[in-house]
């Protein structure tokens, strides 16, 4: 006998994806910005600093305006965290450590990742000394990152103590002055958690299971993506890790969900969602399929585009209130000024928490007063001046 899969609307993928990035509901305070990363399990890492960097901007989405010394603290000290790649460079919970072996090994098995070592043995053995003599190092530190020619024409110190990241023997515990700083893993990293026991199929097994909890209802393709695994490597594990296949309206095609995400909806009564600016890096919306599927809000960085050809901005953020995604603007500081550069909001009623998200931004990092540069609607960009008075 057949059990019929569990459906779901599209409103209940959508609140069950909220609450689970910890943007509906009750706010765990006391867990502050460290549960904020245990609850995501990723939070990605980004060069730009249009209004905040991006590791700063997860936390403040979800636990409003925390100061930006806690966030930073919160990570990095007392051996709670350390950079890897998952979805990209990204901070995680001291916890997943183990869970990674199995990337470790496949950076061994390849023998290097972008660059080649000259000479490995002396260079790696130069780096570990220098780090077992001297405590945490940033590259330039360790004799210098680069070569003198682009960012790209790394120095064989940079090579080496990168491949000794990739393969677990260096950790990057915090950085300084946007530089990674590196400390030996066996000194970084607590004992229990300092090992590679674990095969490739656990910590598979645990690493889709920790991004179904994070993302609440997902395609295999969400799942995928989250820890930038592959969809293969997903089905070879989906069915050890708990989550229940389950029925998305509109989606058209498999998913599964977490039962805890499921018991939480079903028990769910009116709850409060985070008015607030999301970074174009956070998880909610880092997936832009999944994004245009939950949201129907189609969001792309345009950083890197030529300025003459883009549409929304630079760093282009979008505004989440409501449970929905109802506009974007592309935020700078200019002294003590927050200027909009550039925004988008769909309609009348994303006003007010278009002018309230800017407003609580501006004061979060240290801006008394906000300018509207531009509107794509003069309509809108007037009532959102007004609003801002």
């Known amino acids: 006998?057949?059990?019929?899969?569990?459906?779901?609307?599209?409103?209940?993928?959508?609140?069950?994806?909220l609450r689970s990035q910890g943007l509906?509901?009750?706010?765990?305070?006391?867990?502050?910005?460290?549960?904020?990363?245990?609850?995501?399990?990723?939070?990605?890492?980004?060069?730009?600093?249009a209004l905040a960097r991006s590791h700063e901007l997860v936390p403040y989405a979800r636990l409003g305006a925390v100061g930006r010394g806690a966030v930073e603290a919160a990570y990095w000290t007392g051996g709670h965290a350390f950079e890897y790649w998952s979805h990209a460079a990204c901070i995680l919970p001291v916890e997943e450590w183990p869970h990674f072996a199995f990337?470790?090994?496949?950076?061994?098995?390849?023998?290097?990742?972008?660059?080649?070592?000259?000479?490995?043995?002396?260079?790696?053995?130069?780096?570990?000394?220098?780090l077992r003599a001297e405590g945490p190092l940033t590259a330039t530190e360790l004799g210098g990152a680069k070569n003198g020619g682009e960012w790209y024409d790394w120095s064989e110190t940079k090579i080496a103590v990168e491949w000794l990241l990739d393969t677990g023997e260096v950790v990057c515990t915090r950085r300084?002055?946007?530089?990674?700083v590196y400390d030996l893993a066996d000194r970084a990293i607590p004992g229990e958690l300092l090992h590679d026991d674990l095969t490739d199929h656990e910590c598979l097994r645990r690493l889709v299971a920790q991004a179904g909890a994070a993302m609440g209802v997902a395609t295999r393709a969400d799942l995928a993506d989250y820890h930038r695994i592959r969809n293969e490597q997903v089905d070879a594990v989906?069915?050890?890790?708990?989550?229940?296949?389950?029925?998305?309206?509109?989606?058209?095609?498999?998913?599964?969900?977490?039962?805890?995400?499921?018991e939480a909806e079903s028990a769910a009564g009116r709850e409060r969602c985070r008015t607030t600016?999301?970074?174009?890096?956070?998880?909610?919306?880092?997936?832009?399929?999944?994004?245009?599927?939950?949201?129907?809000?189609?969001?792309?960085?345009?950083?890197?585009?030529?300025?003459a050809k883009r549409v929304h901005g630079y760093f282009a953020m979008p505004l989440l209130s409501g449970g929905r995604l109802l506009g974007r603007v592309d935020p700078a500081r200019e002294g003590r000024t927050l200027v909009a550069r550039q925004v988008s909001m769909a309609g009348r009623g994303a006003v007010a928490p278009m002018a309230r998200a800017l407003r609580e931004a501006a004061?979060?990092?240290?801006?008394?007063?906000?300018?509207?540069?531009?509107?794509?609607?003069?309509?809108?960009?007037?009532?959102l001046t007004a609003a801002l008075d």
Not at 1 to 17: G, N, V, Y
Not at 244 to 259: H, L, Q, S
Not at 363 to 383: F, H, I, M, S
């Open 238 to 262: 989906v069915a050890e890790t708990g989550l229940v296949p389950v029925e998305v309206e509109g989606w058209g095609r498999p998913a599964w969900a977490d039962p805890a995400a499921l």
């Open 363 to 383: 004061g979060w990092v240290g801006c008394d007063a906000v300018r509207v540069e531009r509107c794509d609607d003069r309509e809108l960009a007037a009532a």
């Open 24 to 49: 509906l509901g009750a706010v765990d305070r006391r867990a502050g910005v460290r549960g904020v990363l245990r609850r995501l399990g990723a939070v990605q890492l980004d060069t730009i600093s």
């Open 277 to 307: 600016l999301l970074s174009p890096f956070d998880s909610l919306v880092w997936d832009r399929p999944r994004t245009e599927r939950i949201f129907g809000f189609t969001h792309r960085l345009e950083a890197y585009v030529p300025r």
């Open 176 to 180: 300084r002055g946007w530089k990674r």
């Open 1 to 17: 006998m057949t059990t019929a899969m569990l459906s779901i609307s599209a409103d209940e993928a959508r609140r069950i994806a």
């Open 103 to 130: 990337r470790r090994r496949a950076y061994r098995a390849r023998g290097h990742r972008w660059h080649r070592l000259e000479d490995s043995e002396r260079s790696c053995a130069a780096v570990r000394g220098k």
